[in-house]
């Protein structure tokens, strides 16, 4: 399962900033001229997920799958029948906004056989500065239970290390051993850490290693 996959599952913990980056990557493959869509399979949790940025989607041409009660005060965990058509060719690139942990991506174990069968890559995102990750070993154990509750096997790691609007430069750096370490723990390639537009100052270059990203998910409060 490749990089190329046209299917892409993100997925990792709570909290860890799967939302944005499914964003950032569905705005930026949008940008290059193809047919996009993206499934919002977070069932569980009613806050951060792909569902609440659907205008920002359609704006850029982006086809929205969302929950069926996704937008309302009910949160009731149902698929949209429409999710199975991401199956088709005419859906294009797809990224699956999973679940948190293992609760959240349980609904990906039905989707399993036809996922394995179409192909897909599956990025496991992390985040040192979030509660019950904040170790590699943590870390390590929370993909197990995730793959496990999905059905599905990660392809690749994404650090995605950041204090929100506080983060700087050298917090960026300082979760590079936490990422090296459980790439290592886990078997998968670090495909890459995230720098937010908002951790860099003027003239700061981007290291290498890392790829800058867009803050599209905001609190409710800002």
């Given at each position: 399962?490749?990089?190329?996959a046209?299917?892409?599952?993100?997925?990792?913990?709570?909290?860890?900033?799967?939302?944005?980056?499914?964003?950032?990557?569905?705005?930026?493959?949008?940008?290059?001229?193809?047919?996009?869509?993206v499934?919002?399979l977070?069932?569980?949790?009613p806050?951060?997920?792909?569902?609440?940025y659907?205008?920002?989607?359609?704006?850029?041409?982006?086809?929205?799958?969302?929950?069926?009660f996704a937008?309302?005060?009910?949160?009731?965990?149902?698929?949209?029948?429409?999710?199975?058509?991401?199956?088709?060719?005419?859906?294009?690139?797809?990224?699956?906004?999973?679940?948190?942990?293992?609760?959240?991506?349980?609904?990906?174990?039905?989707?399993?056989?036809?996922?394995e069968?179409?192909?897909?890559?599956?990025?496991?995102?992390?985040?040192?500065?979030?509660?019950?990750?904040q170790?590699?070993e943590?870390?390590?154990?929370?993909?197990?239970?995730?793959?496990?509750?999905?059905?599905?096997?990660?392809?690749?790691?994404?650090?995605?290390?950041?204090?929100?609007?506080?983060?700087?430069?050298?917090?960026?750096?300082?979760?590079?051993?936490?990422?090296?370490?459980?790439?290592?723990?886990?078997?998968?390639?670090?495909?890459?850490?995230?720098?937010?537009?908002?951790?860099?100052?003027?003239?700061?270059?981007?290291?290498?290693?890392?790829?800058?990203?867009?803050?599209y998910v905001?609190f409710?409060?800002?």
């Amino acid at each position: 399962m490749s990089e190329q996959a046209r299917i892409t599952v993100v997925c990792g913990h709570y909290g860890c900033g799967k939302t944005n980056l499914t964003l950032n990557l569905a705005l930026e493959a949008a940008a290059a001229g193809e047919r996009v869509t993206v499934a919002d399979l977070d069932i569980v949790n009613p806050y951060f997920r792909s569902s609440e940025y659907g205008g920002l989607l359609e704006e850029h041409g982006v086809r929205l799958i969302a929950p069926v009660f996704a937008g309302t005060t009910l949160d009731t965990p149902t698929l949209p029948p429409e999710l199975y058509s991401i199956f088709e060719p005419q859906a294009g690139r797809v990224f699956i906004d999973a679940g948190g942990d293992n609760a959240g991506v349980t609904a990906l174990g039905g989707l399993h056989g036809q996922l394995e069968e179409t192909g897909y890559q599956m990025l496991y995102v992390i985040n040192r500065y979030r509660v019950l990750s904040q170790t590699p070993e943590e870390a390590a154990a929370l993909l197990g239970e995730i793959e496990a509750a999905s059905r599905l096997k990660a392809t690749a790691l994404v650090n995605n290390s950041h204090l929100g609007v506080e983060t700087q430069l050298q917090d960026l750096l300082a979760a590079l051993g936490f990422a090296q370490r459980t790439s290592q723990l886990t078997g998968l390639p670090l495909l890459y850490s995230t720098a937010p537009d908002f951790a860099l100052k003027e003239g700061e270059p981007l290291p290498e290693g890392f790829r800058p990203v867009k803050r599209y998910v905001k609190f409710m409060w800002e």
